[in-house]
Structure formats: C-alpha cells, structure tokens
C-alpha cells in the first residue's frame, strides 16, 4: 500500500486566470488515485512550503485546483507556470457524502472561493442528473468578478441545475440579485423531509446558511459543511488541524451539521 505522505509529480499543464488574486491550475499528476468530491490535496511548492487546497473538479487526466493568492506559498504557487513542477499528495480528507441520498432534493451553496470545493460535487451531480430530484446552486460573491466558472454556467443549467446568483457589491453591467447568499433560499423550492444541504464558503457565511437549512426545516444530519484550519501533515499526526473533538484534515473536512454543533461558531476554536 502506497504511504500516505507519498508525494506525486505534479507538472502544471495549463494555468487559468479566474480574476485578479484566484487561479486555476490543471496539473497532470502521474497515477493519481479516484477522490470524491470535497477532498483536498497538499501541494508542495519544492522550497518553500505545503498548502492544503480542495480538488475542484472530477476530470482525472488533469487534476484540477483553483487557488487565491494569500501569502507566502499561495505567491511561489502564483508565479508558476505551464511545465513547471510541483509536489502532490493525497487526495484527502472526506467528501460530501452524495452517494447515500440518491432521490433526494439538494440545495448546493457556495460563497465566493468555496465554489471551487462544491463545483466536484456539481460536475458528480450533473453526470448522474437522473438520480437527483430539484437541484440548486446558489453562488454569492463579493463582486461579479469574484462569480468564479463563469463559462461552465449555461451548461450546468442546461442540466437541469437551478443557479442562483447573488453579489454584495453590483460592478458593471451587473442586473442580477443582490445581497448575502442566505436571501437566496426565498427562490428555493424543496420537500425538506428529503432535502440534504452541502456548502462551502467563510464560516461566517456557513454560520447563517447553517441557519437558513434548520429554518425550512432540513435535518442537521442532511446539512453538510466544509471546514478549513491550518494544516501540516495532513493525516491526523501533527494536531495543527485540531478542531475541538476533531481533527480538520482526517476527520473532515466535511462535516455534518450534526457532527459539529456544539463547536461550530465557538470562537478561537
Ligand atoms: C481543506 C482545505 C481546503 C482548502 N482549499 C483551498 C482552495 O481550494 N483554494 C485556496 O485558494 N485555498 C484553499 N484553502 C486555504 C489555503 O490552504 C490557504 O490559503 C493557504 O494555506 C495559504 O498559504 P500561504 O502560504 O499562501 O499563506 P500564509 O502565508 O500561510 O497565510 C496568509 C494568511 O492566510 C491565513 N491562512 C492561511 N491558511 C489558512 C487557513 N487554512 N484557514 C484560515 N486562514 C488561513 C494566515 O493566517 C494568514 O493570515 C484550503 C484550506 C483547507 C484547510
Ligand atoms: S494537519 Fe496534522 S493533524 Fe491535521
């Protein structure tokens, strides 16, 4: 059996602007073992360290993360380009869990750079649409520059996903919604006894959306979120990822609500 901190080759193959600090960056990865959706990979940038980044779509021939300059490996990582190379390991982590609710009804919500996580669940979704009753993605952004895989838009539509967008700030030529994510469940239409929720996104976004699934009535146990805390070994040795009576990156970072009430929206937690 392959260790867990066997470090893949990685060799970028293409790299995709999304808009002025997010990135895509499709990576040929040699032997890189099936994932879900919502597991992560480490990527090591070779001197200067390894960032935990979500896998963001199902292709297997390119392995696909999208990535927001932040700091110091975020800004090597920035300024690397098609044939260069880096490390990868994993995938890791849990997913969202959308082989046990086939019938069911799903309310996808995604703020800002969490769409990179939720887009796997999306794309797993759109190729076995038949097994999913009413499917909605609800998006909100800061800006609509920040509305990330905008050209994959008409065609999840054209699947039979309802997407909902929303923005804080309406720049430019932008007529649609706005406001928070949460003001988007008033266009939602689900039988709550058979809907299950997943989002991705700031905590505190979470925090509310959390809110919004309990109030029309769908079970904490059906409600899924995506955790992020700093990590190092990315296999539940080192602690960094220590999430109260959890651990983030071997536990997680998938959560139901159900799993992580009583510590979820705790403070310095
Ligand atoms: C499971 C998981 C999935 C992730 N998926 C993605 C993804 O798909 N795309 C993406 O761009 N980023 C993702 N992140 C966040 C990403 O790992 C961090 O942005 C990255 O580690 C920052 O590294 P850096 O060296 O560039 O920044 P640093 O120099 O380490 O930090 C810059 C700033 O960001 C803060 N920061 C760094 N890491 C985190 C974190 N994990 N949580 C909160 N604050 C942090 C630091 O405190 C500091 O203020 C994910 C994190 C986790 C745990
Ligand atoms: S990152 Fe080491 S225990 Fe989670």
Request: net charge negative; glycine share 10%.
């Amino acid at each position: 059996m392959d260790s867990p901190f066997l470090l893949r080759k990685g060799v970028i193959r293409e790299v995709i602007p999304e808009n002025e600090n997010t990135k895509r960056f499709l990576i040929e990865v040699e032997e890189f073992p099936p994932f879900k959706p919502g597991q992560f990979n480490m990527l090591y940038v070779y001197g200067q360290g390894e960032v935990p980044i979500s896998i963001s779509s199902m292709r297997r021939d390119l392995v696909e993360h999208t990535v927001r300059l932040v700091g110091e490996v975020t800004e090597d990582l920035f300024s690397m380009k098609e044939g260069d190379v880096i490390g990868v390991r994993g995938p890791y982590g849990s997913h969202f869990p959308l082989e046990l609710f086939r019938g069911f009804d799903l309310v996808l919500v995604a703020g800002g750079l969490g769409l990179a996580d939720i887009k796997p669940v999306v794309e797993y979704v759109v190729e076995r649409r038949e097994d999913y009753s009413r499917v909605y993605l609800l998006v909100g952004a800061k800006n609509p520059a920040g509305l990330l895989y905008r050209e994959r838009y008409g065609e999840w539509m054209g699947k039979g996903i309802d997407l909902l967008l929303t923005v804080d700030r309406p720049e430019g030529s932008w007529e649609g919604h706005v406001g928070v994510v949460t003001d988007l469940f008033e266009f939602v239409d689900v039988d709550p006894q058979k809907t299950v929720g997943m989002m991705c996104g700031p905590e505190v976004m979470m925090y509310f959306t959390v809110r919004k699934f309990l109030e029309i009535g769908v079970e904490e146990s059906r409600t899924f979120l995506s955790m992020e805390r700093h990590m190092k070994c990315a296999v539940g040795t080192c602690g960094h990822c220590q999430f109260g009576y959890t651990f983030v990156c071997k536990d997680g970072p998938v959560f139901s609500y159900a799993r992580i009430k009583p510590i979820f929206g705790v403070k310095e937690l």
